[in-house]
């Protein structure tokens, strides 16, 4: 999605957010090239919960360096 996005589109900057709690979506984000930039106090409802949500943007040039380090491995 970042390659539609950043490229050809023309877009600068994606700010995706992922559950503080996912470990697992904050590591793919790193190695895409992502920078943590926060966190949004429970704006996330899930089984009668608020969940906090961490904010990440991804900027066209780290994208783009992130493919060269990673090549194919980073989507």
């Known amino acids: 999605m970042a390659d539609f996005v950043l490229e050809p589109v023309e877009i600068h900057r994606l700010e995706p ?39 990440w943007s991804i900027l066209k040039d780290d994208w783009l360096q992130a493919k060269a380090v990673w090549g194919e491995k980073v989507h």
């Open 17 to 55: 957010h992922t559950l503080v709690i996912d470990g697992c979506g904050h590591a793919a984000l790193a190695e895409a090239g992502a920078v943590r930039e926060g966190t949004l106090r429970r704006p996330f409802l899930r089984d009668d919960q608020f969940l906090d949500q961490a904010l």
